[in-house]
């Protein structure tokens, strides 16, 4: 059974940073799409940046592209997500999730079957 678990949430001053970890087990992820999502108060979960495990590739929104960066540590089975110069609208519950087959829709939130309990991010101005 695939477990995804979420930590370093926390709440920090806009201008910050912050750095997510998402501990993955269950399975072996290398033929694996591993996706940050978020949600803020009354909006819809969004999309924030994924990375394909094997060759590391990565695509980020629009929203937080040049300032948050998407990672992953093979040997320990973690993602990471590196969030700096963080903004008041960053603030949200942080999801990290798990796609079995990369197909490339990795913005959509029915591409991935396993998903962590969350972690919540809130930036103050």
């Known amino acids: 059974q695939v477990q995804l678990v979420e930590s370093g949430g926390r709440l920090v001053q806009a201008g910050d940073s912050l750095r997510l970890s998402c501990a993955a087990s269950?399975?072996?992820?290398?033929?694996?799409?591993m996706g940050w999502f978020r949600q803020a108060p009354g909006k819809e979960r969004e999309f924030v940046a994924t990375i394909r495990w094997s060759v590391g590739t990565t695509y980020y929104a629009d929203s937080v592209k040049g300032r948050f960066t998407i990672s992953r540590d093979n040997a320990k089975n973690m993602v990471y997500l590196q969030m700096n110069s963080l903004k008041p609208e960053d603030t949200a519950v942080y999801y990290c999730?798990?796609?079995?087959?990369?197909?490339?829709?990795?913005?959509?939130?029915?591409?991935?079957?396993?998903w962590g309990p969350g972690t919540q991010v809130t930036v103050s101005s």
């Open positions: 269950g399975r072996t992820f290398s033929s694996y799409g």
């Open positions: 999730a798990a796609d079995r087959s990369y197909s490339g829709r990795y913005y959509l939130m029915d591409e991935y079957d396993y």
